[in-house]
């Protein structure tokens, strides 16, 4: 244990609130787009939430995430850090020398950090989803009503992180908190390894051999390509774990995740998986450069003050 560093779970807090803060306009775009109805493209889907929300609309369910999120981010880069590590040094014959990064290593880190992300993170997916999708339009496929929109004359569902909570443990029990966690393991176990691994090998190719260390440049681009990456084909699992957890606010429509493919497939055909991959895609690169850049600085200052400490 003697390779712990608390340092890098307090990097990935500071990084995961700049991600969130970045990223979450263009987050509710991409949630609406995957379990809302009414929204021909991305653009559309712009002009619609700011003409019915102004601006305020892009950043509806932000409070929860900010103060949630960044402790996920916490959790996900320490682990995989702190796994990395490990299981480098557990390689390297001589304890003095800097373990080299192998594929293998990277590879099974970013599967516990996953994992691990899972745990934390299908609550507060869920929370943010419920919160963003309770004033947009939505249909009751089961009974043949047409669209309505609670945002006009009715009361939302929820009035906040702790209502929603509260209620979905309520009406949904604890496993309530739990729901999509499947396709959200199924997502994030190959998005974490294709989110890692691109952003190290990135950042070791872009940065110089005689340089000490990765510039803010080399972090800020292998960061906003590895998001964009990771994103942009996790997107399939992605809009299944949406309307997933989009599914409840008003009317169940999904037993699970093959009942969810099945039924998205059947009405509207194989376009519906990639729903949202453009702003995926897009909302990838900000968010993970500056997941990155948050992260390699904090990680980068606390060794600082440690080294002035100790000397």
């Known amino acids: 244990m003697s390779n712990f560093q608390l340092e890098d779970f307090a990097a990935g807090w500071i990084g995961g609130a700049a991600s969130v803060i970045i990223g979450h306009p263009l987050d509710t775009v991409k949630t609406r787009l995957q379990a809302g109805i009414g929204y021909g493209n991305t653009l559309n889907?712009?002009?619609?939430?700011?003409?019915?929300e102004s601006v305020f609309g892009f950043f509806k369910g932000m409070s929860f995430p900010l103060s949630s999120i960044a402790v996920y981010n916490s959790v996900v880069f320490g682990v995989f850090s702190n796994t990395e590590r490990f299981l480098s040094q557990h390689h390297c014959r001589e304890p003095e020398a800097s373990p080299p990064r192998t594929l293998s290593d990277l590879l099974l880190a970013s599967m516990v950090a996953g994992v691990v992300s899972v745990g934390l993170g299908t609550p507060v997916d869920l929370i943010k989803i419920r919160l963003q999708m309770q004033t947009q339009p939505f249909r009751e496929a089961h009974l043949g009503l047409?669209?309505?929109?609670?945002?006009?004359?009715?009361?939302?569902?929820?009035?906040?992180?702790?209502?929603?909570?509260?209620t979905i443990v309520r009406t949904e029990g604890l496993a309530g908190l739990y729901r999509g966690a499947s396709a959200m393991l199924l997502r994030d176990i190959p998005g974490y390894c294709l989110y890692f691994i691109p952003y190290v090998f990135l950042n070791e190719w872009i940065t110089p051999e005689a340089s000490t260390g990765p510039s803010p440049c080399a972090v800020w681009l292998a960061g906003g390509m590895a998001g964009a990456i990771s994103w942009g084909t996790a997107t399939p699992m992605d809009v299944v774990k949406s309307r997933l957890q989009a599914d409840g606010v008003y009317v169940n429509k999904y037993k699970g995740v093959l009942d969810c493919i099945t039924q998205s497939y059947q009405k509207e055909g194989l376009k519906v998986f990639f729903r949202g991959i453009t702003v995926n895609t897009v909302r990838g690169f900000p968010m993970s450069a500056a997941m990155f850049l948050g992260y390699e600085l904090s990680l980068q200052a606390f060794r600082r003050d440690h080294t002035v400490t100790s000397s």
């Not at 047409?146 to 509260?166: D, E, L, S, T």
């Open 146 to 166: 047409k669209p309505r929109n609670a945002a006009f004359g009715k009361q939302p569902a929820y009035q906040g992180p702790v209502h929603c909570i509260a």
């Open 45 to 52: 889907c712009i002009r619609t939430v700011f003409r019915r």
